[in-house]
């Protein structure tokens, strides 16, 4: 039994199409996994052979979770996104890259989480996280002081954290939360957060329109220090 939770912001945009349907009613229970409060999940069992985990919260349309994982075979990729037609998006990728390394979560990445047992992810991606603009919102912000403690226990040493915004009060939020942790180094040249795209880089539709927009990204890679 999964309990349902509640996950801020929306579930469904607009009605699935007919492919859409397919792919979660066909696919997705080949590639899902669960996550619970209270009961670790093993990745080494649950998608044994690979040499790494990599996981990215909040993937959106799926674009750069697959295209990681077209590039990286050897490595395990958990995509964890509430929002289904994003699912939807990520299964139609995997069907057409033939993957065999995605698994998908259907949830909110601070149960999924509590769900990963210590130092089991070499690399976590947090791309254009809902910001929260409101004051009032910011503790609904992916990236706190509630949530770092988890990225970093879930992280194996020299495992990295790479995330990107284009609303700079979230840039500063990040630093700010990533300079009170002592267990993680600055990677791009020892600078918190930079304007040049790292490479290499997949531009998702998301981070296209914000540029289109006027916006500016801002990219942060950290390292989970030895
Ligand atoms: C602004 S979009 C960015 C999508 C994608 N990362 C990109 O760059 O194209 C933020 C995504 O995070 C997802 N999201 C929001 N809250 C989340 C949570 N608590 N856990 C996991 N994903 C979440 C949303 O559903 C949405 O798809």
């Given at each position: 039994?999964?309990?349902?939770?509640?996950?801020?912001?929306?579930?469904?945009?607009?009605?699935?199409?007919?492919?859409?349907?397919?792919l979660l009613d066909e696919e997705l229970p080949k590639l899902q996994l669960f996550a619970d409060f209270g009961k670790k999940l093993d990745l080494t069992q649950l998608m044994p052979g690979f040499e790494s985990y990599i996981l990215e919260i909040g993937f959106g349309g799926g674009e750069h979770l697959a295209w990681r994982a077209q590039?990286?075979?050897?490595?395990?990729?958990?995509g964890c996104e509430p929002f289904i037609t994003g699912v939807a998006?990520?299964?139609g990728y995997i069907e057409d890259y033939e993957l065999d390394n995605v698994r998908i979560v259907i949830d909110d990445a601070r149960v999924l989480l509590q769900s990963l047992p210590d130092a089991s992810l070499d690399r976590i991606f947090i791309l254009f996280p809902d910001p929260w603009h409101?004051?009032?919102h910011h503790k609904r912000r992916i990236v706190s002081d509630e949530t770092i403690g988890e990225l970093s226990r879930v992280l194996?040493?020299?495992?990295?954290l790479m995330m990107a915004t284009d609303i700079q009060d979230y840039a500063d939020w990040m630093v700010d939360v990533l300079s009170r942790r002592s267990e993680f180094t600055a990677?791009?040249?020892?600078?918190?957060?930079?304007?040049e795209r790292p490479h290499p880089w997949?531009?998702?539709?998301?981070?296209?329109?914000g540029i289109d927009?006027?916006?500016?990204?801002?990219?942060?890679l950290y390292r989970k220090n030895d």
């Open positions: 039994m999964h309990q349902h939770r509640k996950v801020w912001g929306r579930k469904v945009a607009r009605p699935l199409k007919i492919n859409q349907k397919r590039q990286s075979s050897s490595q395990g990729f958990i998006g990520l299964l409101k004051k009032r194996k040493k020299g495992g990295e990677m791009l040249d020892g600078r918190q957060s930079v304007y997949l531009v998702t539709r998301y981070e296209q329109k927009a006027g916006r500016k990204p801002s990219y942060l």
